[in-house]
């Protein structure tokens, strides 16, 4: 069982390489580089995984200061289970202390869902994760809404955002990073009903 002062280790999905960095199925990535600049560090190359890590504190000062690991798995998104894994055994981080931070297609654009454990919903992602790890980590689901008329799941995800979603991209991705502030600073109630709209 965890205790207070186990690490966190928040995990941002996505696909490496810039001609993914402004698609919907990056978001996790977006909301990790914000959480990085918060806390004031540069991502760089883990050493025991395949996979870009931040170490730090975050939140306030106090028994509520964590120490967290941001990380960037630097796998595909259908491989992320590997690389969290081998973060996961390293920094020694209890499966509950693990945060998945997502695309999600059954919800709304820039809706977020706070949960820990459940399925993966057909994310590649998530269902990787799951397979190396169990499902008793916490997700941050970010709505990413339903692919328009006949479009395919997965153009739709590898697409960027559109230029209306742009307009608030930013605010959305700042809202979540608070998500997973309040997560760890607050507990998983207090955080679902701050922000699961």
Request: net charge positive.
């Amino acid at each position: 069982m965890s205790d207070a002062t186990d690490p966190w280790l928040i995990v941002g999905l996505g696909n490496p390489g810039p001609e993914h960095a402004a698609q919907r199925h990056n978001v996790g990535f977006m909301v990790a580089d914000v959480l990085a600049e918060r806390i004031g560090g540069k991502f760089k190359r883990a050493q025991k995984a395949q996979a870009q890590v931040v170490e730090g504190r975050m939140g306030p000062p106090g028994p509520a200061n964590r120490r967290v690991i941001l990380a960037k798995p630097m796998s595909y998104m259908n491989l992320s289970g590997g690389p969290v894994t081998a973060l996961r055994d390293f920094y020694k981080v209890p499966t509950d202390h693990i945060v998945a931070i997502h695309d999600e297609l059954d919800i709304d654009y820039g809706t977020l869902r706070l949960k820990l454990g459940g399925g993966d919903n057909g994310h590649n992602g998530l269902k990787s994760m799951t397979k190396s790890m169990g499902s008793d980590y916490h997700r941050i689901r970010f709505g990413i809404g339903r692919p328009p008329g006949r479009m395919q799941v997965a153009d739709f995800v590898l697409k960027d955002f559109s230029s209306t979603e742009r307009k608030e991209l930013g605010y959305l991705v700042d809202r979540a990073a608070d998500s997973v502030e309040c997560l760890l600073a607050e507990g998983l109630e207090r955080a679902q009903s701050a922000y699961n709209s």
